[in-house]
């Protein structure tokens, strides 16, 4: 290795440190002043919702190594204790920030479009009058106070639950000395009330529930003195543990978990900026946390509720223009006849681009599947679906209309555990075959298969993805997905569904790669070809876009393959362990993050191949648990014209964007690629 590479600096770069990068991004997008004024409100809060997930389960995971491993130096470079620090200390500016810019920027500039968050300590006569109306009326009656004493212990506290902490004094009607109380209030309240515009005196007028209730908290405590009446919430610890090896039922085995998960071990306190300090020591011991456990927010603990506001108000104005993803040729005239759709699926393969491309030839596939008399099964794995879900309303109508149904139903996907457990059990009432897949490996792949009798024959026809089947998300996601009627790639996708149903050995793929089986060692090969191309002189290049990129084997052999002298552009959304530019390590990365109007999800992998050049659609990042503790496939793009397309729409556009890229440095850090001629944005380009 050249000299100019120290190895006293580690290779890797901390995974918690990179989220929160990957957050400042997002962030970002709140801070221009030409993005749409709701829409910064709305990134605002998907950054209030990204982090309660991190803390949740990155900053848990954290604690847990501290609690294990405290002196153990990672491959980053960090032992828990240090990493702790450098994260609550960076997660610490970034709230700050976040905070500040709500309340020196965005509120302000909403008042001036008549959008206006009444401050109780503005309110006039009449809107007292009516706040304090609705309290009595709406929120009174809902609320349970609390007077702490020996026979009213600390209650037992939600999962970022809205709560108050009253200060009191005076002697209650039993002769008790009144302290401290506490307020829960329910979920079932509205976080944000409307107010008249005749009150409010604006157009949209809006009181928070946290101002209703810091308010008019002494009508709970009647004849005792309210000396102050202070928000705050408290984030668990949400990660499940199921003991895989014990359980014979895993849908009922999960059900009992997440009833627990809302009370796991406290990872974060948020309280109300202006709380004495006793009572933040008071509830740091309550939840046994520490002062860097503890976040003072000026402004309410549950930010991301303001969404609510994001989707209420009718001021299109002030969001992103509304944008209809057009329905492709020729699902736009096969759609309502199925042997039509399934005749031009083998005509040829079809891409679709989401959320660019509609979603409806999706659907319209597994909708004619269900109404066609000649499809006599449907094969379907769900990941993520949501409640309210056409898709599997169309699996429900085909069971019911006597197709063989098998559904992979992944009930440990985080945080859908709850939906997916209904939907397994709608499935099985109608006489679906629905599989929970292979315990220890959640199935992540995204794949619907479907068999049809064709001549006396079956013919397979079949969907990959590289992203959920979710109707909302696929407006908000951009992804890939392959219609197809390859026969060699069918009867791999069948050979997985019966591996994931049965038993057996691992299945011989002419065409798809799986985890844990091929996936990994396959992208390891094809990197390791590239290096020895550039070795030999020959050209050499690789690709790869994903939303995380973490596993270090195939890390080091990209640095390998970057000494060789391959060319390398990563396009990686989130968490990247990867130090880019480097020299001596990694010279001949570029790696870059995209963040914009939608949420960049597709997973593709490109390698110049000596000219064949190879494309793979993926539902895996490159990272530990996609290769080795998942099911994942990646598909080949063969047909000349769509792998041009996906060429085209996931790197040279990628690369080209100066709008909404940002460029990796050395230490982990970005900086906004600067506009150079022409102005290009990706999103953008491919919506028009």
């Known amino acids: 290795m050249p000299s100019d590479y120290s190895s006293a600096t580690p290779k890797l770069l901390n995974r918690e440190l990179s989220l929160l990068k990957f957050n400042e991004r997002v962030l970002a997008m709140a801070e221009y002043p030409d993005t749409p004024l709701l829409e910064r409100l709305r990134y605002l809060c998907i950054v209030s919702s990204n ?6 389960i990155r900053i848990s995971s954290l604690k847990e190594q ?33 905070h500040r810019l709500l309340n020196e920027e965005v509120l302000p500039l909403m008042a001036l479009e008549g959008i206006v968050i009444l401050d109780p300590a503005e309110w006039d006569e009449a809107q007292r009058a009516w706040a304090k109306a609705a309290f009595m009326r709406d929120v009174m009656p809902m609320l349970t106070p609390i007077g702490l004493d020996p026979a009213h212990p600390f209650p037992r506290v939600y999962n970022k639950s809205l709560n108050f902490i009253v200060a009191l004094s005076g002697i209650d009607a039993f002769g008790r000395r009144a302290a401290i109380a506490i307020v829960q209030a329910p979920r079932a309240l509205s976080r944000v009330m409307q107010v008249p515009s005749g009150i409010s005196g604006v157009e949209h007028g ?15 405590f009647r004849g005792l003195e309210v000396k102050g009446c202070y928000q705050w919430r408290v984030t668990r610890n949400s990660d499940l543990f199921v003991d895989e090896e014990e359980i014979t039922n895993l849908r009922l085995a999960l059900q009992g978990e997440l009833s627990q998960r809302n009370f796991g071990a406290a990872v974060r306190l948020e309280i109300d900026h202006e709380m004495p300090e006793h009572l933040e020591r008071y509830l740091q011991q309550e939840f046994a946390l520490q002062p860097q456990d503890t976040y003072r927010v000026d402004g309410p603990v549950n930010l991301s509720r303001l969404m609510q506001l994001c989707n209420a108000i009718d001021r299109p104005d002030l969001l992103f223009p509304e944008y209809r993803p057009r329905v492709p040729a ?10 039509a759709l399934f005749e031009a699926i083998a005509e040829r393969d079809h891409l679709l681009h989401h959320p660019y491309q509609s979603f409806e030839p999706v659907l319209a596939f597994l909708s004619a599947a269900a109404r066609d008399p000649a499809v006599v099964a449907i094969k379907q794995t769900i990941y993520r679906t949501g409640e309210d879900s056409e898709l599997m309303s169309l699996l429900l109508s085909a069971a019911r209309a006597g197709k063989e149904v098998t559904v992979i139903v992944e009930l440990m996907a985080r945080f859908d555990e709850q939906t997916n457990i209904g939907w397994a059990a709608k499935l099985e009432e109608v006489g679906a075959h629905v599989s929970y897949g292979v315990v220890g490996h959640k199935t992540h792949a995204k794949m619907a298969l479907v068999l049809r009798r064709e001549n006396g024959r079956i ?12 109707s909302r998300t696929a407006r908000l996601y951009t992804d890939f997905g392959l219609l197809t009627a390859d026969q060699t790639i069918c009867a791999d996708m069948d050979k997985v569904f019966s591996l994931l149903t049965g038993l057996g050995e691992k299945p011989a793929l002419k065409s798809l790669l799986q985890s844990p089986f091929t996936l990994h060692d ?38 390998k393959a970057s000494q060789a002298g ?9 968490a990247c362990a990867l130090r880019a530019g480097v020299p001596g390590l990694s010279s001949n990365i570029r790696l870059r993050s995209i963040v914009g109007r939608f949420l ?9 191949a000596d000219g064949e050049e190879l494309v793979y659609l993926s539902s895996a990042d490159w990272m530990d648990r996609n290769f080795f503790r998942r099911v994942e496939l990646g598909a080949p793009v063969n047909d000349p014209a769509l792998k041009k397309r996906v060429i085209k729409e996931a790197f040279m556009y990628a690369l080209r964007d100066n709008q909404l890229a940002w460029r990796a440095l050395p230490d982990g850090g970005y900086v906004k690629v600067r506009a150079r001629g022409r102005p290009f944005n990706i999103q953008k380009q491919l919506m028009q």
């Open 206 to 220: 809006y009181i928070m529930l946290t101002s209703l209730i810091s308010e008019f908290v002494g009508e709970l």
């Open 459 to 470: 013919r397979r026809y079949g969907h990959l993805g590289t992203g959920n089947y979710h």
């Open 51 to 56: 982090l309660d997930e991190f803390f949740e």
């Open 330 to 339: 020729p699902f736009d005239m096969v759609a309502d006849d199925p042997p």
């Open 66 to 98: 501290l609690a294990q491993h405290a002196n153990i130096t990672a491959e980053d470079g960090y032992t828990p204790a240090q990493a702790f620090e450098r994260v609550q200390e960076a997660t610490h500016a970034l709230i700050e920030r976040q």
């Open 522 to 559: 396959t992208m390891v090969a094809l990197i390791r070809r590239e290096a020895e191309a550039a070795a030999a002189g020959r050209k050499a290049r690789i690709m790869a876009k994903m939303n995380s990129l973490l596993e270090p084997t195939i890390i080091e052999e990209l640095y």
């Open 600 to 608: 960049e999800h597709s997973r593709v992998f490109y390698f110049y």
């Open 566 to 574: 391959v060319r390398i552009d990563l396009v990686v959304r989130g």
